[in-house]
């Protein structure tokens, strides 16, 4: 079974460019997340998905992150335009739905992209 | 909001040695705990898992028990290998809530020297 894919594996942009990211989930997942890792810290969700609708991006920066999902497969996150502190790895996820408030569905995580902004 | 505590790295073993990640957590509900490990150019992976109080999650020699009493879930393992040098990241979940969100700790840099 194929995991979940992203691209491009690495990003060099200088700030206030935009860059885009790109994730396919592992197939029949309808849930997708995106984290952010910054160097020494631990994934923090930006974005969760469920089919092509959001479902939680409470800690998204809005003003310069969007998100989409369209059919519900793929998505797309993008900044546009970047700051410095946007530096560190933005993961994607997978799941599949969580059916019982006290179930829990494994996230498959992909290998993440690894931007850098000058 | 929910929060992961972990052991501040780099951990330096020998193969054979014992280890001890310690990891604690803060919840507003009952949460789910999770060890998540990352090797080298590698995407993160579910570990262990461990669902209510007193259960035991174990995977790979690996092991961590829910407490609840000191809201802990730390893991261990016995005798480490060098193939064991990897992140290693705690999580939580909100098991009341549907979305299914995880809390990360900054995550342990281990390193086994053979």
């Known amino acids: 079974e194929a995991g979940v894919a992203q691209s491009p594996r690495y990003k060099i942009i200088e700030k206030r460019q935009s860059v885009a990211f790109w994730c396919n989930p592992i197939s029949g997942h309808a849930t997708l997340y995106w984290y952010q890792q910054i160097l020494g810290q631990g994934p923090k969700l930006l974005i969760q998905?469920?089919?092509?609708?959001?479902?939680?991006d409470s800690q998204l920066p809005k003003d310069r992150f969007s998100a989409e999902r369209l059919k519900g497969v793929d998505s797309t996150l993008k900044i546009q335009p970047a700051k410095l502190e946007d530096s560190a790895v933005y993961l994607c996820?997978?799941?599949?739905?969580?059916?019982?408030?006290?179930?829990?569905?494994?996230?498959?995580f992909g290998p993440g992209t690894r931007l850098t902004v000058l | 909001g929910d929060s992961v505590t972990q052991m501040e790295g780099p951990v330096t073993l020998s193969e054979e040695a014992f280890l001890t990640i310690n990891c604690t957590y803060t919840?507003?509900?009952?949460?789910?705990l999770f060890w998540y490990v990352q090797y080298p150019g590698e995407g993160l992976q579910l570990l262990l898992k461990a669902t209510k109080a007193d259960d035991k999650g174990s995977n790979k020699g690996f092991e961590a028990t829910y407490r609840k009493e000191t809201t802990s879930f730390h893991l261990e393992k016995g005798s480490v290998q060098v193939s064991d040098s990897a992140v290693y990241f705690c999580?939580?979940?909100?098991?009341?809530?549907?979305?299914?969100?995880?809390?990360f700790g900054r995550g342990t840099q281990l390193t086994v020297w053979p």
């Open positions: 998905f469920q089919n092509n609708g959001v479902v939680d």
């Open positions: 999580a939580t979940a909100d098991r009341g809530s549907t979305l299914g969100r995880l809390y």
């Open positions: 919840a507003t509900g009952y949460p789910s």
């Open positions: 996820a997978s799941s599949l739905v969580r059916l019982e408030v006290y179930s829990y569905n494994e996230q498959f």
